[in-house]
């Protein structure tokens, strides 16, 4: 007789993430798609958009900068080369733009939040959505 193997479930696979996701959130502030957009709208606020390319060719908010999960720390510096500049980071549901604001605040940024619920939530909201 073979042995028989679980089939993890996604949520398994997952749960070192979730673990680490859900300590960075304790270390940042999240805000609301509401809230982000009406940062947007005063103009003073750098959207940055951690999912990776494709995602974000997908759709995407107006007047974010696309500096993908894998490069917001090597970008951020250009992009914002003063650390209380307020900064908004956002992903497709709120993980990966928890871990980028945690990140970013240990490089000194001072003034960033992650916007919860991420891209869905802003569609879901139904904010305004660029192509």
Known sequence: MGTVRSVPTKKMQHARFEKLVAEAKKNIQEISPQETAAAL????????????PDEWQEGHIPGAKNF????????????????ST?????CGGGGRS????????????????????GFKAWKAARLPMAK
């Open 41 to 52: 709208k005063r103009g003073d606020t750098l959207l940055i958009d951690v999912r990776d």
């Open 68 to 83: 993908s999960r894998g490069t917001v720390e090597l970008e951020i510096e250009e992009a914002a080369p003063d650390l």
């Open 86 to 90: 307020p900064i908004i980071t956002h």
């Open 98 to 117: 928890a871990l980028a604001a945690e990140s970013l605040q240990r490089m000194g940024y001072t003034n960033v939040k992650s916007m919860a619920g």
